[in-house]
């Protein structure tokens, strides 16, 4: 639908350019009829038909992609979901067993954040992750760094700010 209206617009605006090459050349004329005094032999004429001709051959071009979009362009399938980003990162349970064998590996900082991100069921936005640790945002991003090369965690761009979400 919005391809239509595109399309539509177009040729709208390529009507309008034809309505300006036609006046601009009515008035190229008749400049060209008063101060040329040699007739069709004039190179002023010659001038005038050339930019005619490459004007209303720019004015077809936009109008046929004018006509492709109207008649051939595709519209963009929208679909509105009403997820979380929680919601849509479906991180995967982690068992007893494997918890404490990463515990084991890590330091007191990066279990902390571990920890809270494993508290949060496996999902948690980076700014929170901040606030409930205590951590400066720096420490953190170190952290999380480490912890995603390890092969750990991942993490997701959410407009300005990141969600963590545990691999294991």
């Known amino acids: 639908m919005k391809n239509r209206i595109v399309g539509i617009l177009i040729i709208g605006i ?8 036609f006046s601009f050349n ?4 008749e400049i060209v009829n008063t101060s040329c005094s040699h007739g069709p032999s004039c190179p002023m004429w010659g001038t005038i038909d050339f930019e ?18 109207i008649f051939f362009g595709e519209d963009e ?3 509105t979901k009403i997820k979380t980003v929680k ?9 007893k067993e494997d918890y404490q064998k990463i515990m084991m590996t890590l330091n007191s900082d990066e ?13 948690i936005f980076q ?3 901040v606030n409930k640790t205590n951590l400066t ?8 760094d480490k912890l995603e090369s390890q092969g750990l965690i991942e993490r997701r761009r959410y407009g300005m700010s990141n969600v963590v979400i545990l691999k294991n």
């Open 137 to 144: 945002k720096v420490k953190i991003t170190r952290i999380l």
């Open 77 to 79: 399938k929208i679909i």
């Open 111 to 123: 279990k902390r954040v571990f920890e809270k991100i494993a508290e949060s069921n496996g999902t």
């Open 127 to 129: 700014s929170e992750l």
């Open 26 to 29: 009515r008035v190229l004329t």
């Open 87 to 95: 919601q849509r990162a479906e991180p995967k349970k982690i068992t």
């Open 14 to 21: 390529a009507l309008l350019m034809g309505f300006v090459i």
């Open 52 to 69: 005619t001709n490459v004007s209303i051959g720019l004015m077809i071009f936009v109008i046929v992609i004018g006509l492709y979009l």
